[in-house]
């Protein structure tokens, strides 16, 4: 029997096109693209960075001081552990579908032993847009992940937005901070996996014509 392993991130896919998803996950085809920029997975690295330097003195960054009541979780070993694809034992496991869903997860707050993710997103301008549209799934994915690893949540979770303001001399870019909360539902997250393992036992599901990839392929095919 196969042992499905997903991630927020293949969630998201099979939410957006069953199909690709079914492909990346069974056949291992993923779709295609292009030059993938590396600026945001630098900024990654400098905000965890940034933020560790306030966890090693027990204080919270400017940027979320006094706009949240909890602390930064303190212990960096396995924050470190959780923050890596490759070492998180951060996960939530559906023995009877014989699949678990695991990932990584930027940062963490706490409160009264419960437990907020965390999550750093950056952007090249501000968006009016409901963040919740691209990035609810995966935070009810962490929230799910922590409750199955024995960390009690709160029901919620913060994205911290990070967009450039202007350059100065001397290198500087200053960019403007937005903190936004996200109420969370665990029940979803576990929905969602439950139906995306159901679906790769299943046949190959039919084109989506709400799906470039799909239609692109298709709209070749009918050009030939």
């Known amino acids: 029997m196969t042992y499905y392993k997903l991630s927020p991130s293949t969630l998201n896919l099979f939410l957006e096109c069953p199909r690709c998803f079914w492909l990346h996950i069974n056949k291992k085809i993923k779709r295609p693209r292009g030059i993938f920029p590396s600026l945001p997975g630098g900024m990654d690295l400098a905000i965890k960075a940034y933020f560790d330097t306030y966890r090693l003195k027990g204080k919270l960054p400017p940027e979320i001081d006094g706009k949240v009541t909890e602390r930064l979780f303190p ?10 694809w490759g070492r998180t034992d951060l996960c939530y496991e559906d023995k009877s579908l014989n699949a678990i869903l695991s990932g990584a997860l930027d940062d963490c707050l706490v409160e009264d032993n419960f437990y907020v993710p965390l999550d750093y997103k950056t952007r090249g301008f501000d968006s009016q847009e409901d963040p919740r549209r691209y990035y609810q799934t995966q ?33 500087l870019v200053k960019f403007n901070v937005e903190l936004t909360k996200i109420e969370t539902n665990i029940k979803s997250a576990e929905k969602i996996f439950k139906d995306a393992v159901i679906l790769l036992s299943s046949q190959i599901p039919k084109s989506s014509t709400d799906c470039e990839y799909c239609s692109l392929v298709t709209n070749r095919k009918n050009q030939l």
């Open 139 to 171: 935070l009810d994915c962490y929230c799910l992940m922590l409750e199955s690893s024995g960390y009690k949540t709160k029901g919620l979770a913060y994205l911290l937005y990070y967009w450039p303001n202007e350059v100065k001399e001397e290198r």
């Open 75 to 84: 212990n960096m070993a396995v924050l470190e552990r959780w923050r890596s």
